[in-house]
T-cell receptor, first 114, second 114 residues
Framework: EPEVTQTPSHQVTQMGQEVILRCVPI?????FYWYRQILGQKVEFLVS????????KSEIFDDQFSVERPDGSNFTLKIRSTKLEDSAMYFC????????????FGQGTRLTVV | GENVEQHPSTLSVQEGDSAVIKCTYS??????FPWYKQELGKRPQLIID?????GEKKDQRIAVTLNKTAKHFSLHITETQPEDSAVYFC?????????????FGKGTHLIIQP
């Protein structure tokens, strides 16, 4: 069964550093998402991406964040100048089409900012 | 934007009994309501979903009901088993709304007592 894959599984970074989280969505999917889950809390929507541009973004997704699809397979989330409160599990997801079709989640990248 | 409330935050039931988790949503435009199961340290996985054109959907021991007028939907698990222990998240989104992300509830920690 096809799945969304994310690398790395765990990233430790110093406060103020930049990190790039990587995702390979399911190959025939068109919509890509990043979500964040702070430990013990709910999953929060960050951004959606379609046709090589951001489709929607939440209040969390400020200028510190950016997304990119640098090639035909990868989808990345860049966090500039990380803060302690950026520590969370970051999930990538993809869906075949928008909104109401099943979103498949990757296994997540645990980001720890120290 | 959409707001999803979920209750209870923790639910403990005896093995073999039924469990019910309830969610309400605020945006009447939402028309897609998935439920995700998340085991500790793992990715959210879709277990069942419902669209606003139906009132109930069932898949073996799991069922979901939707009341569009009241803007609430519920997950029902019958004959609970130890492997049902997990955190369950409800979510809402707009199908065909242009890659709107899922808005999740805060989750319910379901504990199955042997």
């Amino acid at each position: 069964e096809p799945e969304v894959t994310q690398t790395p599984s765990h990233q430790v970074t110093q406060m103020g550093q930049e990190v790039i989280l990587r995702c390979v969505p399911i190959s025939n999917h068109l919509y890509f998402y990043w979500y964040r889950q702070i430990l013990g809390q709910k999953v929060e929507f960050l951004v959606s991406f379609y046709n090589n541009e951001i489709s929607e973004k939440s209040e969390i997704f400020d200028d510190q964040f950016s997304v990119e699809r640098p090639d035909g397979s990868n989808f990345t989330l860049k966090i500039r100048s990380t803060k302690l409160e950026d520590s969370a599990m970051y999930f990538c997801a993809s869906s075949a089409w928008d909104g109401g079709t099943e979103a498949f989640f990757g296994q997540g990248t645990r980001l720890t900012v120290v | 934007g959409e707001n999803v409330e979920q209750h209870p935050s923790t639910l403990s039931v005896q093995e073999g009994d039924s469990a019910v988790i309830k969610c309400t949503y605020s945006d009447s435009a939402s028309n897609y309501f998935p439920w995700y199961k998340q085991e500790l340290g793992k990715r959210p996985q879709l277990i069942i979903d419902i669209r606003s054109n139906v009132g109930e959907k069932k898949d073996q021991r799991i069922a979901v009901t939707l009341n569009k007028t009241a803007k609430h939907f519920s997950l029902h698990i019958t004959e609970t088993q130890p492997e049902d222990s997990a955190v369950y998240f409800c979510a809402a989104s707009i199908e065909g709304g242009g890659a709107d992300g899922l808005t999740f509830g805060k989750g319910t920690h379901l504990i199955i007592q042997p």
